[in-house]
């Protein structure tokens, strides 16, 4: 039972650094796409107001999904963390056996 436990904890593990790349990986995407768009609309300031104010709902969905995938990843970290502290605990008590 003890080895089938560390063996799902180092599974769990793989995912959650993989998922934290996956996604860091999209963040450094999207702040890519922002700067390349801000660069843009530089030359059409009313271009821009406009379509600010036509795409307003959509950037508040926007904004709320960052703010989502910024908290997912400050979980991530503590749950990474957790199963290092877990899997730390598990060999000490099999070193102490």
Request: hydrophobic share 35%; charged share 35%.
């Amino acid at each position: 039972m003890n080895y089938l436990f560390k063996e799902k904890l180092k599974e769990r593990l793989e995912y959650c650094l993989e998922w934290r790349r996956d996604t860091e990986l999209y963040l450094h995407s999207k702040n890519l796409t922002d700067t390349v768009n801000h660069r843009y609309y530089q030359k059409r300031p009313l271009s821009k107001f406009l379509l600010d104010i036509y795409f307003l709902p959509i950037n508040i969905l926007k904004f709320l999904r960052f703010l989502k995938i910024k908290k997912n990843l400050e979980i991530n970290a503590i749950e990474i963390d957790y199963i290092y502290s877990q899997l730390e605990n598990r060999k000490e008590k099999n070193e102490k056996k």
